[in-house]
């Protein structure tokens, strides 16, 4: 280990940093003091780690061949720290109403958030499991950090089971990849599954185990039952970041190790991986449909978005188109998610479970910019135009249809339309009712306010400006799909 | 110190749209009438820009500079850029707009002074003005479609601002359904350019359009035919021209910016900007010049006898355009330029000066007009000398451009259309001598109304004044010497295919003998006007008695409207009837039962989710076990992917 080394991993040690000083902050200080200035700690914090990577050593394999920085775990810093910042943003006014410590959330979700970066930067399977388990654990305990409410108890009890249960297949399966190989190095796995290939019993149950463990990380069905008890039980804030660090770490390492590790049988599992995504995203849709609470709906729309974004990686075929849009997606996927259920975050309801849908009756009257900002978000994840939530669809059809799914690529359509309806529906709630004596107090929150702002905006300028972002996922998807 | 001018291109649309921005969020609760200050400056600032980079277009000869703002599609082998193309042509355009634009915008503050409504007027019209220069400006057919919808958009919003009313109301939609039939036309050209051509952008497909048209000539024809039928519908001319008369419901200023000095515009800005492609085009030419001509006289006819001062300035414009159409037929494009340069201001000022009096007397109907030029001497020799150069009066501006168009008639052998274009210069020196007597000479016909009338303020008369001194001038600065003025120096090579090799000197006994029998034409169009409107010899109600049906045919506007209405309409009505029908019962019938069966679908996924961890676990495991099925299925083979 050399200087080197460590300023590689620069940005993941300050994030490191940052948690540490925020806890300690938050037991020096005092709980009532360090409230109000905690986030901007963080955020400072955050922002100070972005910069950090210029100082960086510009790209290369690091620690022994265990780390690789390149584009693709750039392009994951980068998300991974907006992501958390948006999180800590929006978050005090339902932390300081639900009593929930702030700096336990805000120290979880950035050791979370190391993890998630951790995984982008992994070029071997130790590393790789490392970053999965140390972004796991803070989200378990994000899940129950409302320590009296039950439903937030259910959550994270149940998440960790399965998530341990899911672990262990997926753990099973790198232990396969390593007898089949001797080595844990992506690359060397590579070549053995090459002069293997699946003839090898071997490699199909390995193949099995990583695509069911990966799987249930990125709430692919049939892997995905945990997903709405865990969304809808959880703090609205846990839900918020929970529902997109994790999704989009799964992704990147789904591209690490299918596309790396197991790209040479490529073609064996790109059928699957089609198939599955067929199944994850109109399950999704349907039960959505059904749903009347809108954390609910919304959780089961993420699972929805989890298979447009998996029939992308299907079309590794097509090259790095292909991995620009599962890049593009989740960067996208990231801020409209995180933004819709924060919206929720403006009411302050009785316990975790979210908001029902006559809750949201006449939001436009009591506080209007929340329920555009709300309407911008789910007219994102609708995917209409020009937002960027229709443009990262748009730009999953390319590769998909070049791969030669074509039948994914009318599937996914049809189920994009067939989601405009439950998404307009709390529009119209939101727009066309009056609200009722009962409707749960709107919170004053000038800071949540504003980001949601933003955050809408940015989605709006993203879809009509996508290129900054475009071609730095195209650069990233470069190191990951070569043709 | 050097500043590179064309590089701050897209500060000339940005300036407006900030404008547009800023009272479309801040008007209506604290800027009120501050609005109108703050999109004149916008556009004071926005035309200083546009004249300066016209300039810089000038010194720098022929440029044809593309400024990109950013790639804005790029899927696969489609890219278009969000760019602007500076050339003389475009930077020739901009300079007019912004010009026009500003002084109407400060001639609104006067107008609109009074109006709740002030707040939603300067967002719209700043808003206008970007997107006309978008549509000027783009390198591209995609975008200047961008900017082609949003003026569309943005006259439907401002026909019907006052929207209370059923006649604007009315008015609006109409314009909205006949731009619409032109619009289709365009999308039509922009994708058979693109699936011909492989790209959209000015400069890939117009160095390929010969070699196109040696292959595939009726391709060719239909683009240019397609990009004409969107040309009809925004410029108002034959079928699709009788929206623009009804637009006249909209404010004065609008009238103006929109339906007389730009907007309208664009469609001769588009063929000639497609010169290239309409050059080799066949007889898509030919067609282009004769419903130009055909337009400019039926519109001028409609236009001896309208009694509304507005509707005599709407036919009058559409008839103008025929004229601008005409000279792209005829190949003389920049003869089309040079005389929409021109009528944007003399008709912009005509259009203002009729603001004025309306202003003044809440009126419309020049029958209760008369005499009115004692009470306001600006405005009526500001009105009297633009209706000089639409008359086409030497030297005011319409005589120069005019008689260049009439002459390119007749010099590239269409003495027929030559002949429509004389014909049709007569009657508009007529009904615009018509016009002035029967508002600004005479005796008072309505007291009342005269007593009432005053001078409007100098945020109104000093726009009619600067706007006089392009209407004087213009022709003489841009156009002399005839043929070989400032514009065809300019304009050369980028309007015309190619540098036309002009070694020899026009012949200008040829134009000289032209443009006097024009000129004559024009004078005893002025002389039967005056006779019968100043002498009342012959009485004009004598002879209206006299031509009973030609008079009844003119005053009803040929029935056209009521042709559209009744016929065409009626047929549009059943069609949209059966449509809704289908939509109603099939369509939605089967959507219906679509969605009963997602829901039945949807309660029993439901019924999976037990929330039981055990259950959860077992799911994942039966999944796993499918998936080692499935792949040692292809393993085995027997299974295939």
């Avoid at chain 1, 599992?269 to 709906?297: D, E, H, P, S, Y």
């Avoid at chain 2, 004229?323 to 040079?338: E, N, R, S």
């Amino acid at each position: 280990m050399t200087i080197h080394d460590l300023l590689a991993v620069l940005p993941e040690a300050i994030v490191t940093l940052v948690a540490i000083v925020v806890l300690v902050i938050d037991a020096g200080v005092g709980e009532r003091r360090a409230r109000p200035w905690l986030p901007w700690v963080t955020i400072v914090g955050l922002a100070i780690a972005l910069a950090s990577q210029s100082w960086a050593p510009a790209g290369g394999t690091f620690f022994g061949g265990f780390v690789v920085v390149d584009d693709f775990s750039r392009f994951f810093r980068l998300l991974f720290i907006v992501l958390a910042a948006f999180t800590v943003l929006v978050a005090p006014p339902y932390l300081r109403r639900e009593e929930v410590s702030a700096g336990e959330f805000y120290a979880t979700v950035l050791f979370s958030t190391i993890g998630a970066m951790t995984i982008a930067l992994a070029t071997d399977l130790i590393t790789l499991f490392v970053g999965i388990e140390l972004m796991s654990i803070p989200v378990y305990v994000l899940a129950g950090l409302q320590r009296r409410d039950r439903y937030a108890n259910e959550a994270s009890l149940k998440y960790f089971l399965l998530g341990a249960f899911s672990t262990a297949i997926l753990l099973y399966g790198f232990a396969w990849l390593f007898g089949i190989s001797g080595s844990t190095d992506l690359a060397k796995i590579a070549a053995a599954v090459r002069t293997a290939g699946l003839g090898s019993p071997a490699v199909v149950v390995a193949l099995a185990l990583v695509t069911t463990g990966l799987g249930f990380k990125a709430a692919v069905v049939p892997f995905h039952q945990w997903t709405p008890d865990a969304y809808e039980g959880a703090p609205t804030p846990s839900t918020a970041f929970m529902s997109v660090a994790p999704k989009a770490a799964a992704f990147a390492a789904i591209l690490r190790v299918m596309a790396t590790a197991l790209g040479p049988i490529q073609l064996d599992w790109a059928l699957v991986f089609a198939i599955l995504a067929v199944i994850t995203m109109t399950t999704g849709n349907i039960v959505a449909l059904v749903q009347t609470n809108v954390k609910r709906m919304l959780a089961y729309s993420s699972i929805a978005h989890t298979g447009y974004i998996l029939a992308a990686v299907a079309a590794t075929a097509a090259g790095a188109s292909a991995g620009a849009a599962v890049l593009f997606y989740v960067f996208a996927y990231g801020i409209m998610n995180l933004g819709a259920f924060a919206c929720l975050e403006l009411l302050d309801l009785e316990g975790t479970r979210g908001a029902t849908l006559d809750e949201l009756n006449g939001l436009w009257s009591r506080h209007a910019a929340g329920a555009t900002a709300f309407t911008i978000f789910l007219v994102n994840l609708t995917g209409i135009p020009p937002t960027v939530g229709f443009l990262a669809k748009f730009l999953v059809f390319q590769p998909v249809i070049d791969a030669g799914f074509t039948w994914l690529a009318v599937a996914i359509a049809l189920n994009a339309a067939a989601a405009a309806f439950y998404y307009l529906r709390v529009v119209v709630h939101m727009f066309m009712y009056d609200a009722e004596a009962a409707a749960p107090k709107v919170e004053p929150a000038r800071v949540l306010s504003w980001s949601l702002g933003i955050a809408s905006i940015a989605t709006i300028v993203l879809g009509i400006l996508p290129d900054p972002i475009y071609s730095f996922a195209v650069r990233a998807a470069g190191p990951i799909l070569t043709k | 110190m050097n500043i590179d001018v064309v590089g701050l291109v897209w500060l000339v649309p940005g300036i407006p749209l900030a404008a547009a921005i800023v009272n479309g969020l801040f008007g209506r609760r604290w800027l009120h009438r501050a609005t109108g200050v703050i999109a004149s400056v916008a556009l004071g600032l926005s035309a200083v820009l546009g004249v300066a980079i016209f300039f810089a277009v000038v010194a720098a000869g022929h440029v044809a500079r593309t400024v990109t703002l950013y790639e804005w599609i790029g899927a696969g082998d489609f890219h278009v850029n969000v760019a602007a193309l500076v050339d003389p042509l475009s930077a020739t355009m901009v300079a007019v707009v912004t010009v026009v634009s500003f002084l109407i915008h400060v001639f609104s503050n006067g107008y609109m002074e009074h109006d709740p409504g002030i707040h939603r007027f300067f967002t719209w019209l700043p808003l206008f003005v970007f997107l006309m220069l978008t549509l000027v400006l783009a390198d591209n057919y995609l975008l200047m479609f961008v900017g082609w919808e949003g003026v569309g958009l943005c006259s439907y919003l401002l026909i019907g601002f006052w929207f209370e009313r059923p006649a604007p109301y009315t008015a609006a939609n109409k314009a909205f359904w006949m731009n619409r039939i032109g619009d289709w036309g365009f999308t039509i050209g922009t994708i058979l350019t693109f699936l011909t051509f492989g790209s959209l952008t000015f400069h890939d497909v117009f160095p390929k359009v010969a070699g196109v048209a040696q292959t595939q000539p009726l391709t060719i024809t239909f683009i240019a035919l397609a990009f004409f039928l969107g040309a009809t519908g925004k410029s108002a001319q034959l079928p699709l021209y009788s929206w623009l008369p009804d637009a006249m419901e909209g404010p004065t200023p609008v009238s103006a910016l929109i339906h007389a000095a730009t907007m309208v515009t664009a469609g001769v800005y588009l063929v000639a900007r497609s010169t290239p492609l309409f050059a080799v085009a066949g007889p898509a030419l030919l067609v282009v010049a004769i419903i130009g001509a055909v337009t400019a006289l039926f519109a001028a006819t409609i236009a001896l006898v309208q009694v509304d001062i507005k509707r005599v300035l709407a036919y009058s414009t559409v008839s103008q355009l025929g004229y601008m159409f005409l000279a792209c037929g005829v190949g003389a494009p920049i003869a089309a330029v040079f005389h929409l340069a021109t009528h944007a201001f003399f008709k912009a000022l005509l259009f203002l000066g009729s603001g004025s009096v309306i202003h003044a007397t809440e009126e419309q109907d020049m029958r209760r007009m008369g005499g009115l030029r004692r009470k306001m001497p600006i405005t009526y020799w500001t009105f009297l000398l633009a209706g000089g150069a639409l008359a086409a009066i030497p030297p005011l501006a319409g005589f120069w451009s005019k008689d260049e168009i009439v002459g390119a008639a007749f010099t590239n052998g269409q003495p027929i259309l030559w002949a429509v274009g004389v014909g049709t210069g007569l009657l508009t020196a007529f009904y615009t001598t018509r016009m002035i007597y029967l508002t600004f000479h005479g005796e008072p016909r309505d007291h009342h109304l005269y007593d009432h009338a005053h001078e409007s303020p100098a945020v109104m008369t000093v726009p009619l004044l600067l706007l006089c001194v392009g209407a004087v001038f213009a022709g003489l600065v841009l156009g002399f010497p005839p043929e070989a003025g400032f514009i065809h120096r300019f304009l050369e090579g980028t309007v015309t295919a190619e540098a036309a090799a002009q070694s020899e000197l026009p012949n200008y006994v040829l134009i000289a003998g032209l443009a006097a029998t024009a000129v004559v034409a024009g004078l005893i169009g002025i002389a039967i006007g005056y006779a019968m409107y100043a002498r009342r010899r012959p009485d004009p109600a004598a002879v209206s008695r006299a031509v009973g049906p030609i008079y009844t045919l003119l005053w009803n506007k040929y029935f056209v409207d009521e042709l559209y209405d009744h016929r065409i309409l009626e047929g549009g009505r059943a069609l949209f009837g059966a449509a809704w029908a289908f939509d109603a019962h099939i369509i939605d019938g089967i959507v219906d039962r679509l969605a009963w069966l997602v829901s039945l679908l949807g309660s029993g996924l439901r019924r999976v989710q037990t929330g039981i961890v055990g259950n959860y676990a077992l799911s994942i495991a039966a999944g796993l076990l499918i998936l080692i099925v499935v792949y040692g299925g292809y393993a085995t083979g027997v299974l295939h992917r």
